[in-house]
């Protein structure tokens, strides 16, 4: 399990929900650190809660973190495999006097904390079963089954320089000894944790800011076992746009609903590493110059904040610029979402060239496209009325006779055709192309009117200009 490059840092995500915005972010930050030194990044599930944990939320990690391009570089380590290695260290712990069995009773507890309260102090254990020389211990009890406490310096104080906010100072008097194993002998989040950076060989750990009064506690323990701490960097949480919380009214879905939304994986990354970190005033960045310019200590200290809008520009400026045939296997999941077969259509990489100047996401590509590939479910109410008139209907007649005759079923010989019949006709062209549009598409919007008849083929456009007559007539 251990790995020892010069940078190794972990993305650690518990399974109690989806892979949510920010966790996404946080992945991307500890990815984008390692990569730019030539180091690991390590995924570690947490996922000792037994009653929140789901199969359904590990498979929604994983499925999430693959599809932005950010997989483990070694096999992921799951928490509960390691019950064995946590009790060894407990044990070890315990025979070396930086642990201890407390007996103190939930009630006992309970009672504690409501009298330090009553004094308006700070409620905190007492340390009444910390052993010390010369104290006495008080006699165990019966049928009460100890936890595990670590017995933490009374003295001093821990430092954290953090990465993001700078020197940070904690007294080990704020301190109390912390619980590392209950009483059924399962360990704690904060033992489990450092337990897993020692072995894992993490060298920087980058995570949210709630995760900050953890760090005093678990370096504590490290400097216990013998083990060097990691370096902290604690990311800022992110914001809606309104400057509270992120909810899912702001878009706090998990991050492989922003799949369904139509968002391309690295337009996402690209928006996401700009929450909170920038280089200068460029906004689109490539997968090479995150790597190559991203600094961890030249993220914010201040939250950041969540801009839908924001979020969808980014994702049209990939879909304007990417390979098409980088873009066709999601939108080919964005056609089968809405049950179209992409078999039975034109080219993927085509129709995604003619479109993406007009779409800003997949789904909205989709929705657009699906006449290319499947039979029209009727016509778009206002824009029928508008250019399916007894006129329209007349003008389509006329050229659907003409592109029937057309020897060749080719880009040039269609404009040269519409345009012809629209000049002859002593018409715009628009006057023209939006009967057709309607007609074929079953709306006024599809690409440049040669091409949308290109590459919806002649079989179809003749049939569907045809059928486009006769609602007409039959309406009338």
Not at 67 to 85: A, K, Y
Not at 344 to 351: D, F, S
Request: glycine share 8%; with cysteine; proline share 6%.
């Amino acid at each position: 399990m251990s790995v020892s490059p010069s940078v190794v840092t972990r993305f650690a995500p518990s399974p109690t929900g989806y892979l949510h915005i920010g966790g996404a972010r946080t992945a991307l930050f500890s990815y984008l650190y390692a990569k730019r030194h030539g180091g690991k990044y390590l995924l570690r599930i947490e996922d000792t809660d037994l009653e929140r944990s789901s199969e359904d939320a590990v498979k929604a990690i994983f499925e999430g973190l693959d599809w932005l391009g950010l997989p483990s570089d070694v096999e992921p380590v799951f928490q509960t495999q390691r019950f064995d290695r946590y009790k060894e260290v407990i044990e070890q712990m315990l025979e070396a006097g930086t642990a201890y069995h407390c007996y103190c009773s939930k009630e006992e507890l309970d009672a504690m904390r409501a009298a330090q309260m009553a004094r308006k102090e700070k409620p905190r254990y007492d340390g009444r079963w910390r052993p010390e020389p010369g104290k006495i211990l008080p006699e165990r009890p019966e049928g009460v089954r100890p936890v595990v406490r670590f017995r933490n310096p009374q003295e001093g104080e821990v430092l954290v320089d953090d990465l993001i906010k700078g020197p940070i100072s904690f007294q080990n008097t704020e301190l109390d000894d912390l619980i590392i194993a209950r009483g059924d002998g399962t360990p704690t989040y904060n033992f489990c944790v450092v337990v897993d950076d020692w072995d894992m060989g993490i060298t920087h750990v980058i995570r949210g800011d709630d995760h900050v009064n953890n760090t005093p506690r678990q370096i504590n323990i490290l400097k216990a076992l013998g083990a060097e701490p990691p370096a902290y960097a604690h990311v800022p949480m992110i914001l809606g746009a309104d400057g509270v919380k992120l909810s899912k009214r702001h878009g706090a879905v998990g991050v492989i609903e922003y799949r369904a939304l139509g968002f391309l994986p690295e337009a996402l990354l690209n928006y996401l590493v700009r929450l909170g970190w920038s280089h200068g005033d460029q906004e689109l960045f490539s997968h090479a110059e995150m790597l190559e310019m991203f600094d961890i200590t030249k993220v914010q200290k201040a939250p950041a904040r969540f801009d839908m809008e924001k979020a969808i520009w980014v994702n049209h400026q990939y879909l304007k610029t990417a390979d098409p045939l980088h873009v066709a296997p999601e939108f080919d999941w964005h056609l089968r979402r809405i049950g179209v077969d992409p078999a039975k259509g034109p080219a993927l990489a085509v129709v995604i060239e003619q479109q993406r100047e007009r779409c800003k996401t997949l789904v909205e590509m989709a929705e657009k496209s699906k006449f290319f590939f499947a039979e029209l479910e009727g016509y778009n109410e206002k824009d029928a009325a508008k250019h399916l008139t007894a006129d329209g209907a007349a003008l389509l007649d006329e050229l659907r006779a003409r592109l029937e005759a057309l020897p060749e079923w080719t880009a040039l010989a269609l404009h040269e055709t519409v345009n012809g019949f629209a000049e002859g006709k002593g018409l715009g062209l628009g006057k023209v192309a939006q009967p057709i549009r309607v007609a074929i598409a079953g709306m006024a919007i599809s690409p440049p009117i040669d091409q949308t008849l290109l590459l919806l083929g002649r079989e179809r456009t003749l049939a569907r200009l045809a059928a486009a007559v006769s609602y007409v007539r039959n309406k009338s």
